[in-house]
């Protein structure tokens, strides 16, 4: 004979107070949202200190106590915006790249010893000492690229600078005439490469103009110099072919 029947079956059921267990596991969904909450507000209200840049910093400057300033950000925060948090980190280093107000000051971006006394080693080519300011362009489609070879840069603009009678890069420009390549800079040398960076030598004001565009929003791009002597300006992209860019042909 079956412990259970239907009828038997129907009436437990009628018999189960959902009322009272319903709520029971909304109050407990509740408690644990409420924990939740509380964790992640803590968490959110734990800081450590991080450095930034107080004023610009020229590359190869020395690191003085007065350019860095300390501020507080939340402990949990993504790997790239950890930065360092003790000033007698920096002190006395020098800036790798031109660092601008505000920037968080990354273990990358200085190094001990002055920039005339930083070496590079190209591959197979012998290390070398810079003497000059360096600009560091990301290889995008520079496949090609080596050191000893010379490139210019090239900047494009987008359709809404573009179209801003307001927006311009410089003399070479010129301002209102929507999406467009400009060429601002050529016959630069490359002094070294890695898989993601050419580094170039630039003299302090074209380090200073590269700086200015980059933080305008604008991409900057490099081509290699077929020919010496190219005219700066707008560039007609018909024109270009893979090669100039630094990528290689397909097979």
């Known amino acids: 004979m079956p412990l259970w029947t239907r009828q038997a079956f129907q009436t437990r059921l009628r018999n189960i107070p959902w009322a009272r267990l319903a709520a029971l596991l909304l109050a407990m969904a509740a408690l644990v949202t409420g924990a939740l909450a509380w964790v992640l507000a803590i968490g959110a209200a734990q ?3 991080v450095l930034l840049a107080a004023v610009a910093i020229a590359p190869g400057e020395p690191i003085a106590a007065a350019q860095l300033t ?4 939340p402990r949990f925060r993504p790997a790239a915006l950890k930065g360092i948090a003790d000033p007698a980190l920096v002190v006395g280093q020098y800036a790798r790249v031109q660092l601008s107000p505000n920037q968080l000051v990354t273990p990358d971006l200085v190094q001990p010893a002055p920039l005339s006394r930083h070496i590079f080693v190209n591959g197979a080519l ?6 000059a300011t360096v600009y560091e362009l990301p290889r995008t489609a520079l496949s090609t690229i080596t050191a000893q070879d010379r490139v210019n840069l090239l900047v494009l603009i987008d359709e809404t600078r573009g179209r801003d009678p307001a927006f311009s890069i410089g003399t070479v420009d010129t301002p209102g005439r929507g999406a467009r390549v400009v060429r601002v800079l050529r016959d630069l040398n490359v002094l070294a490469v890695n ?6 030598e630039v003299s302090p004001t074209q ?6 565009l980059q933080n305008s929003g604008v991409a ?5 110099s077929a020919t010496e002597g190219a005219a700066l300006g707008p560039v007609s992209l018909a024109a270009m072919t893979p090669e100039d860019l630094g990528m290689a042909p397909t097979p």
Not at 70 to 73: H, K, M, R, S
Not at 126 to 131: F, G, N, R, S
Not at 207 to 212: A, P, T, V
């Open 220 to 224: 900057i791009v490099g081509e290699l």
């Open 207 to 212: 380090s200073f103009y590269l700086w200015s």
């Open 47 to 49: 800081t450590d200190p």
């Open 195 to 200: 898989e993601r960076i050419a580094f170039l």
């Open 70 to 73: 300390l501020v507080q950000a």
């Open 126 to 131: 012998p290390a070398e000492q810079l003497q």
